[in-house]
Nanobody, 119 residues
Framework: QVRLAESGGGLVQPGGSLRLSCVVS????????MAWYRQTPGKTRELVSI???????KYADSVKGRFTISRDNARNTVYLQMNNLKPEDTAVYYC?????????????WGMGTQVTVSS
């Protein structure tokens, strides 16, 4: 069974940094896409950043220049380095991966990690 374990969230002051990690375990197939989403109460979950198996990346306009996504395929881990954090970055951050077995793509989500940016 595929499981995602996120870590690295917490409370940080505006302008500070955090690094989120998401470790994928239990997968026997290729993890093509790894991504980070975030959600605040009453709002829909939004894409923050995505990284493909070929290391192509995409960012939401609101985080461009401040966040960096990366992955370690040997460790089945995706990271999100968040710099110059702003109060509006406060949210629960979720990791999502897409696994492909050659016939179908399966999507898995983590349980989320809280990021709070406040002075």
């Amino acid at each position: 069974q595929v499981r995602l374990a996120e870590s690295g969230g917490g409370l940080v002051q505006p302008g500070g940094s955090l690094r989120l990690s998401c470790v994928v375990s239990g997968s026997s197939y290729t993890i093509n896409v790894m991504a980070w989403y975030r959600q605040t109460p009453g709002k829909t979950r939004e894409l923050v950043s995505i990284i493909t198996s070929g290391a192509g990346t995409k960012y939401a306009d609101s985080v461009k220049g401040r966040f960096t996504i990366s992955r370690d395929n040997a460790r089945n881990t995706v990271y999100l380095q968040m710099n110059n954090l702003k109060p509006e970055d406060t949210a629960v951050y979720y990791c999502k991966v897409e696994e492909n077995d050659g016939h179908a793509t399966r999507i898995y989500w983590g349980m989320g990690t809280q990021v709070t940016v406040s002075s």
